[in-house]
């Protein structure tokens, strides 16, 4: 019986400033191991969201490989899914995008076809809207994101991936609670003055270009943002007093700022040194609002996704 494993990193998006354009790859991983079958597709699930995902063909991983067969006039078979996930459901950091990434990866597998990252990324969006979070899964490390839309051609991305500085480490805050996409991205306003977009379009470069040069004095600068992360932060108890540490960087030694992760709820720090100290000052803040949480230490994933072949 053929076996395959393939495995996805998880994501952080948004970097503050740099709203829907850029991602990170986390090693944090989803990893499945495909044995094929005759017929349909069964799930065994363990880690987080083993208890509450389908394990049937409703699965979203089962949908996205039978979606992309059925676009492309392909017959597939089904598999046995032992599905490992490392990745927090619904705190912002691009559970779904894995997910949806991980069933093309099943899709290829089980057709024998392999697709261009053009195609991954149009199939990929018919279920993710927003690529900054598709882009680091499939490709690793840190990835500007582009949605191309034209008239003769399905939509998809632009992604250019870049060199991540070892200097900057990062750790998590993942809240007890979690916040659903979709509700955070209606609490967005439909309008924003001027001011606002040029202020973000200014941070967004910067964080960019801090990042060619070196500058990472000037990291939490490039993480302010007006666009997302005020209209968000209401929703999630602690997340206000978390990002209020970018106003004291001089008082926490080797911080260089903070985020909301994707729309939350995790909270990402990114230092050069002291990231248990800052962790916890991360998760008293939390605590301190009545939310308990888990501190990560996490690494930047440079590889994306990987398809091992029996």
């Not at 459901?89 to 290829?108: D, F, K």
């Not at 927003?130 to 399905?154: M, Q, S, Y």
């Amino acid at each position: 019986m053929a076996v395959s494993e393939i495995i996805v990193p998880g994501s952080t998006s948004n970097l503050g400033a740099s709203f829907d354009a850029c991602g990170l790859a986390l090693s944090l991983y989803l990893r499945v191991t495909l044995e094929e079958e005759s017929q349909g597709f069964e799930i065994l699930g363990a880690g987080e969201g083993a208890n509450t995902l389908p394990a049937d063909e409703s699965n979203l991983i089962a949908r996205v490989a039978r979606f992309v067969a059925e676009h492309r006039g392909m017959k597939i078979a089904g598999g046995r899914l032992m599905v490992d996930n490392q990745i927090p459901l619904a705190r912002g950091l691009g559970s779904s995008s894995a997910a949806i990434v991980a069933g093309i990866s099943v899709y290829e597998v089980l057709s024998g076809e392999k697709l261009s990252q053009d195609e991954i990324f149009s199939y990929a969006m018919h279920f993710e809207s927003h690529g900054d979070n598709l882009a680091p899964g499939l490709l690793g490390g840190l990835v500007v994101a582009c949605v191309i839309e034209k008239e003769d051609r399905p939509r998809t991305l632009l992604a250019v991936k870049r060199t991540w500085p070892q200097a900057v480490k990062i750790v998590l805050a993942v809240p007890n609670y979690e916040m659903d996409t979709g509700e955070m991205r209606r609490a967005l306003p439909q309008h924003v003055p001027l001011s606002d977009a040029v202020f973000n379009i200014q941070r967004a470069a910067l964080l960019q270009a801090l990042l060619s040069d070196q500058r990472l004095d000037l990291f939490n600068e490039a993480l302010r943002d007006r666009l997302h992360q005020p209209h968000r932060a209401p929703f999630g108890p602690g997340i206000r007093e978390v990002l209020q540490l970018n106003d004291e960087t001089d008082k926490h030694p080797g911080l260089l700022g903070v985020a909301i992760s994707g729309a939350g709820s995790t909270m990402i720090a990114f230092a050069t040194e002291h990231l248990r100290e800052i962790g916890a000052t991360m998760g008293r803040r939390l605590s301190d609002c009545g939310a308990e949480s888990r501190i990560l230490q996490v690494q930047v994933d440079n590889r994306g996704r990987t398809v091992t072949y029996s």
